[in-house]
């Protein structure tokens, strides 16, 4: 199991930045991801990154707002979101899989706790 800690949310107005952070420990995975929940909605997909960086993808409602890094040496992942807009109010969860190439929420075993993102209006 990957044990996983993210930070960075918070109560932004439309229009701000925020930019989460993954920190991921333990055993060994191929792919991080990032999904978010919604109140009443189910999880999606947001965007997904290799850890050697050859492969990077998100969902088209982020796809030039959204940017993930990472830092390898902090094995740390993050999630730079920009022009924010209230539809992205969710908690977001960072998540790992052993497969690569994958934005499936099933192929992806371990979770983090989740952070509240909230956008004002």
């Known amino acids: 199991q990957v044990q996983l800690v993210e930070s960075g949310g918070g109560l932004v107005q439309a229009g701000g930045s925020l930019r989460l952070s993954c920190v991921a420990s333990g055993r060994t995975f191929v792919t991080m991801g990032w999904f978010r929940q919604a109140p009443g909605k189910e999880r999606e997909f947001v965007a997904a990154s290799t850890w050697s960086g050859g492969y990077t993808d998100y969902t088209d409602s982020v796809k030039g707002r959204f940017t993930i890094s990472r830092n390898n040496a902090k094995n740390t992942m993050y999630l730079q979101m920009n022009s924010l807009k209230p539809e992205d109010t969710a908690v977001y969860y960072c998540?790992?899989?052993?497969?690569?190439?994958?934005?499936?929420?099933?192929?992806?075993?371990?979770w983090g706790q989740g952070t509240q993102v909230t956008v004002s209006s």
């Open positions: 998540a790992t899989s052993r497969s690569a190439g994958t934005t499936t929420r099933s192929d992806f075993g371990s």
